[in-house]
């Protein structure tokens, strides 16, 4: 096998430009899907970080009516529909996937809440321990919720950077009075994301999916919520999973679980939802795949051309080497040995189209990156696919060739010039 490879490099040395010509078509062909799988994978990331965030891996699970979020800016109390406890919280951590389960109250559009004579209509959250971890918030100045502030009921409160700046007009507001709905509470600290995500903002579409319009939000502790609205009522959970893959199932699971423990009547019109970004994501994903793979299927046909170009060209070889062949039947070579040594010919000049065609294409998919903005992820198991396949382009259609020269009569082979 080795001298067959041997010769084989040998023979696409001594006839360079023929065997450049024979590979253009196989170069091209992995090039093309090169290039594709690799927009495909990278396109197919974008589409999933823009939608769920570089990689915080939450997912939140509502109280839904009539299969629409249920917001208690606008609504009443819900009857029918207990609390969630921390037995319940503790359920949902043991769930498959899940790593760690906030749970929170919140008014998306609040009102009577002031600083000063200044009118605050932002968001307006009331959140347990587990919070800030799940969501990967930070303290950037003051200090965070402490124990101490849940058990013992404390009027404390946390700001995000736009609420600083529209409430307090940039000051630091550390140790400064809020009045929230009548209730006065101390900032004790600032907070913002530990990683910020910026998405990639091509249309209005996406401008109206990601824009912040709000005020700013605030955060108080979960206990002390009631003292704010007079009421018990039910929580939203934000759900912490191991991996994004796992953010459809763990969510289900949770909203299922939820449903079926907090909800009173089996016709109640009430039910948890999980909010599934990843399923949009792969929504999207599908339909970016669906065309690419047309585009896929085309580039495919430079490979069957490139075979037949193989193909052509091993048919002029053993139409050349006729007196070669001849002389090695004559001295005892086999069908087998002369079967083998065209076929490896075949397999070694489609392996190097392959392999310059992968080159070629990571060039490509870079080049395309570069000039339109567009993300591409290089796949490893498809370069190896792409290689291998090329290797059996050159089996496949160097077979008819290699049996063709395997069969040669010698002495008619060895009467040709």
């Known amino acids: ?45 974008q589409i999933k970080e823009n939608l769920i965030g570089a990689g915080n891996n939450v997912v939140t699970v509502q109280l839904n009516q009539d299969g629409n979020p249920y917001d208690l800016s606008w609504s009443p109390i819900p009857t029918g529909v207990r609390t969630i406890t921390e037995e319940t919280r503790q359920e949902l951590e043991k769930l498959r996937g899940v790593e760690r389960v906030s749970l929170y109250c919140e008014r998306n559009y609040s009102d009577g809440n002031y600083y000063l004579n200044t009118d605050f209509n932002g968001s307006l959250r009331g959140v347990d321990e587990n919070y800030l971890s799940v969501y990967g918030y930070r303290v950037k100045s003051g200090r965070g919720f402490t124990q101490k502030d849940f058990t013992e009921y404390r009027k404390v409160a946390l700001v995000d950077a736009k ?164 002389l090695k039947k004559a001295i005892g070579a086999k069908k087998r040995r002369i079967l083998m040594q065209f076929l490896t010919e075949a397999a070694v000049l489609t392996s190097i189209g392959g392999l310059v065609g992968v080159v070629s294409g990571i060039a490509m998919a870079e080049l395309i990156s570069r000039m339109m903005q567009i993300p591409v992820s290089i796949s490893i198991p498809a370069i190896a696919i792409a290689v291998v396949f090329s290797t059996l382009i050159g089996v496949v259609f160097g077979l008819l060739p290699a049996t063709q020269a395997a069969n040669l009569n010698p002495i008619e082979a060895l009467r040709r010039e």
Do not use: C
């Open 163 to 326: 609420a600083v700046s529209n409430l307090f007009g940039g000051e630091n507001p550390v140790n400064k009075n809020l009045e929230l709905q009548g209730e006065v509470f101390t900032v004790v600290g600032v907070v913002t994301l530990s990683e910020d995500f910026t998405p990639t903002i091509n249309s209005m579409n996406d401008y109206l999916m990601y824009a912040d319009t709000s005020s700013g939000t605030i955060y108080v502790p979960l206990t002390v919520w009631p003292s704010i609205y007079q009421f018990d009522e039910p929580q939203s959970v934000a759900i912490k999973v191991d991996s994004t893959d796992s953010m459809t199932s763990a969510g289900k699971s949770a909203a299922d679980l939820l449903t079926d423990k907090q909800i009173m009547g089996t016709n109640s019109k009430f039910d948890y939802r999980s909010q599934d970004m990843l399923e949009q994501a792969q929504q999207l994903q599908q339909m970016s795949q669906a065309t690419n793979t047309q585009l896929i299927w085309i580039a495919s046909i430079s490979l069957l051309v490139g075979g037949i170009g193989v193909m052509n060209i091993m048919l002029v070889s053993v139409t050349e080497r006729t007196s070669e062949i001849g």
């Open 1 to 45: 096998m080795v001298e067959n490879i041997r010769l084989a490099l040998q023979g696409v040395w001594s006839h360079k430009l023929r065997s450049v010509l024979t590979m253009l078509g196989i170069i091209i062909g992995i090039a093309a899907i090169i290039t594709i799988v690799s927009t495909i994978q990278g396109t197919n990331e």
